[in-house]
């Protein structure tokens, strides 16, 4: 089921982008070579991870389905620079490896599960080779990744979000290193919170 409201139905401009993007999803769960599966590999860490797995699929999938889109002319070329942010807020690593890799995803006429999953789950592994140090810095308090990117949270994280990701995560403690993703994440709900 597909939910529509009044205001998209009277905008052909909008919905007509929405319907595509949004019957691609339905297209790929369909085709045997994209190999869909419902339920995405849990974690012994727990909720967190989880959750940031699920998010990271999502941005990799909408990007590899607005990719195509592009390529067929039913979408405008303009998009890319917004997947483009979103892709470098889920995922950190060298500026360059992650470009290959976004062009790589966006450009994939063949996208599938599995490839989505396995960059979801560990993307250093897909730059190890281009790094100057392969090995990740250590595994983010919050997210449990690992992460070549770790900061102090006391110095980088407003005391409203230590409060925050406490309550999420019981027995953290703010002199545990994380990672930019997981500090974005919990900045930007505190400001939600704050702006409502």
């Known amino acids: 089921m597909?939910?529509?409201t009044p205001e998209l139905l009277i905008?052909?401009?909008n919905l007509l982008p929405f319907l595509r993007h949004e019957l691609m999803h339905i297209v790929d769960m369909l085709d045997p070579d994209f190999g869909y599966k419902p339920e995405l590999p849990k974690s012994d860490i727990g909720a967190t991870y989880d959750r940031l797995l699920r998010e990271r699929y999502r941005v990799l999938w909408d990007t590899t389905i607005d990719g195509r889109?592009?390529?067929k002319s039913w979408l405008n070329p303009e998009v890319k620079s917004r997947h483009w942010l979103n892709f470098k807020q889920a995922f950190s690593g060298p500026e360059a490896?992650?470009?290959n890799i976004f062009s790589f995803f966006f450009n994939n006429q063949r996208?599938?599960?599995a490839e989505l999953v396995s960059f979801a789950q560990s993307s250093e592994s897909w730059f190890i080779n281009t790094l100057p140090d392969p090995h990740p810095k250590g595994l983010c308090s919050v997210c449990q990744f690992p992460s070549f990117h770790l900061e102090k949270t006391i110095t980088k994280l407003s005391p409203q979000t230590i409060i925050r990701i406490q309550d999420d995560i019981p027995g953290w403690q703010p002199e545990q290193l994380i990672c930019q993703q997981c500090a974005d994440?919990?900045?930007s709900?505190?400001?939600q919170l704050t702006l409502s």
Request: glycine share 0%; aromatic share 4%.
């Open 2 to 4: 597909i939910r529509l």
């Open 97 to 99: 490896d992650l470009e």
């Open 111 to 113: 996208p599938n599960h």
């Open 11 to 13: 905008q052909p401009q």
């Open 189 to 191: 709900k505190n400001l």
């Open 69 to 71: 889109l592009v390529q």
């Open 185 to 187: 994440v919990y900045e």
